[in-house]
């Protein structure tokens, strides 16, 4: 999380809106955020829901899996990174700019 928060200026200038959903609760986001200095909202998917119905519950682990989707205006999923390819934003910040030129 930090890497995007390092890249958000660059995120936003692609008019994107970053977000950090984990299944931790809002108490524990919100301090997790904190201790690391990240100013994007944090989410809370307590139980898991979302993360279900996304595809990625890891059950071995009771947890979800590092994934970050970029979602278009229109509420389609148009990339995903998983693993350890979510845990540097280049591709993504990368793919919001040239989105943002096309447009």
Same mark, same amino acid.
């Given at each position: 999380?930090k890497a995007f928060q390092?890249? !958000?200026?660059n !995120?936003?200038?692609?008019?994107t @809106?970053? !977000?950090?959903i984990?299944?931790? *609760?809002p108490?524990? %986001?919100k301090?997790?955020? @904190?201790q690391?200095?990240?100013t994007f909202?944090l989410l809370?998917?307590?139980?898991?829901?979302?993360?279900k119905?996304?595809?990625?519950? %890891? /059950? @071995?682990?009771?947890a979800?899996?590092?994934?970050?989707? !970029?979602?278009?205006?229109?509420?389609?999923?148009?990339?995903?990174?998983?693993?350890?390819?979510a845990l540097? /934003?280049?591709?993504?910040?990368t793919m919001c700019q040239?989105?943002?030129?096309? *447009?």
């Amino acid at each position: 999380m930090k890497a995007f928060q390092d890249q !958000l200026k660059n !995120l936003e200038g692609t008019d994107t @809106q970053v !977000l950090g959903i984990s299944m931790d *609760s809002p108490f524990a %986001n919100k301090a997790w955020a @904190q201790q690391i200095g990240v100013t994007f909202p944090l989410l809370s998917d307590l139980g898991g829901d979302i993360t279900k119905e996304y595809g990625i519950y %890891n /059950p @071995q682990y009771k947890a979800a899996r590092r994934v970050t989707f !970029l979602i278009d205006k229109e509420g389609k999923v148009v990339e995903v990174e998983k693993d350890k390819d979510a845990l540097d /934003p280049t591709a993504v910040v990368t793919m919001c700019q040239r989105r943002k030129m096309k *447009s």
